[in-house]
């Protein structure tokens, strides 16, 4: 089991404060990762960290940031490194989805969409780029969405980030395995958090059509994501990179 001992790691995770981001840094700090939880809001932050560390981990930190300005990055990646001395892990979580039909998107709510999702995981890369390449190799994480394999008629920027993230992925994976940089991509199903809460209000029958074709009959958890961010966080994923893995019950397989 020593593959997958994350103690003397260190990751951020972007929108670690809350639903999937949370679950996935609390999985993380039991592995034995030191954790620094990026998000916008300090009172969430500080709330996600106050859980983390209630569990048993004394390496946690939260830093504010917007990742939709283009120095945020940068001062997040100095800042895990002013606190724990080095970077080895990015999970870029931090996304955003407005439900409209494509044709009622303005277009400032396209941008929103892709700038939060897609841009910011470009930017957050590139960012931690220099630091896991001076210490010899790392991980970066990025979530995508099973959107990424079937289109929605409510999803249209949404689908659009995540189908890029995909692709970033593979391009990252590509350039960056010299450096023994592994980059992979996490496409979570219907997983039961605040935002599919939302849209399970917003569209008739969403619930039961999900359950339907779910073959575990079940929508996902938070909790469901922790395995597979601590898999591919060590060296047991040593040699999986650019890869796209969906974590989703079945969801997708199913027809």
Same mark, same amino acid.
């Given at each position: 089991?020593s593959?997958?001992?994350?103690?003397?790691r260190?990751?951020?995770v972007t929108?670690?404060?809350?639903?999937?981001?949370?679950?996935?840094?609390?999985?993380?700090?039991?592995?034995?990762?030191?954790?620094?939880?990026?998000?916008?809001?300090?009172e969430?932050?500080?709330?996600?960290?106050?859980?983390i560390?209630?569990?048993?981990?004394a390496?946690?930190?939260?830093?504010?940031?917007d990742?939709?300005l283009?120095?945020?990055?940068?001062?997040?990646?100095?800042?895990?490194?002013?606190e724990?001395?080095?970077l080895?892990?990015?999970v870029?979580?931090?996304?955003?989805?407005?439900?409209?039909?494509?044709?009622?998107?303005t %277009?400032?709510?396209?941008?929103?969409?892709?700038?939060s999702?897609l841009?910011?995981a470009?930017?957050?890369?590139?960012?931690?780029?220099?630091?896991?390449?001076?210490?010899?190799?790392?991980?970066?994480?990025?979530?995508g969405?099973?959107?990424?394999?079937?289109?929605?008629?409510?999803?249209a920027p949404?689908?659009?980030s995540?189908?890029?993230?995909?692709?970033?992925?593979?391009? %990252?994976?590509v350039?960056?395995?010299p450096?023994?940089?592994?980059?992979?991509a996490? %496409?979570?199903?219907?997983i039961?958090t605040a935002?599919?809460?939302r849209?399970r209000?917003?569209?008739p029958?969403l619930?039961?059509?999900?359950?339907?074709?779910?073959?575990?009959?079940?929508w996902?958890?938070?909790?469901?994501?922790?395995?597979?961010?601590v898999?591919?966080?060590?060296?047991?994923s040593?040699?999986?990179?650019?890869?796209?893995?969906?974590?989703?019950?079945?969801?997708?397989?199913?027809i």
């Amino acid at each position: 089991m020593s593959r997958f001992d994350l103690n003397g790691r260190v990751a951020i995770v972007t929108g670690g404060n809350g639903g999937i981001g949370l679950a996935m840094a609390k999985a993380l700090a039991e592995a034995g990762a030191a954790v620094v939880i990026a998000g916008r809001s300090v009172e969430k932050n500080e709330r996600a960290v106050g859980e983390i560390e209630a569990a048993g981990s004394a390496h946690v930190i939260s830093l504010v940031a917007d990742l939709l300005l283009e120095d945020s990055a940068p001062r997040l990646v100095r800042g895990a490194v002013a606190e724990f001395g080095r970077l080895d892990i990015l999970v870029n979580n931090a996304g955003i989805n407005i439900r409209k039909r494509p044709e009622d998107y303005t %277009l400032e709510e396209w941008h929103s969409v892709i700038d939060s999702n897609l841009t910011s995981a470009f930017l957050c890369a590139k960012a931690a780029y220099p630091e896991l390449k001076r210490n010899g190799g790392g991980k970066v994480i990025s979530v995508g969405s099973m959107t990424t394999l079937f289109g929605g008629s409510h999803l249209a920027p949404y689908s659009a980030s995540k189908g890029g993230i995909v692709q970033l992925t593979r391009s %990252l994976a590509v350039a960056w395995a010299p450096d023994n940089i592994q980059v992979n991509a996490i %496409l979570p199903g219907w997983i039961d958090t605040a935002l599919t809460e939302r849209a399970r209000e917003e569209i008739p029958g969403l619930n039961e059509r999900i359950l339907a074709r779910t073959p575990a009959a079940r929508w996902g958890v938070p909790v469901d994501l922790g395995g597979i961010a601590v898999f591919l966080a060590s060296g047991g994923s040593d040699f999986i990179t650019g890869a796209a893995i969906p974590v989703d019950g079945g969801y997708s397989a199913s027809i």
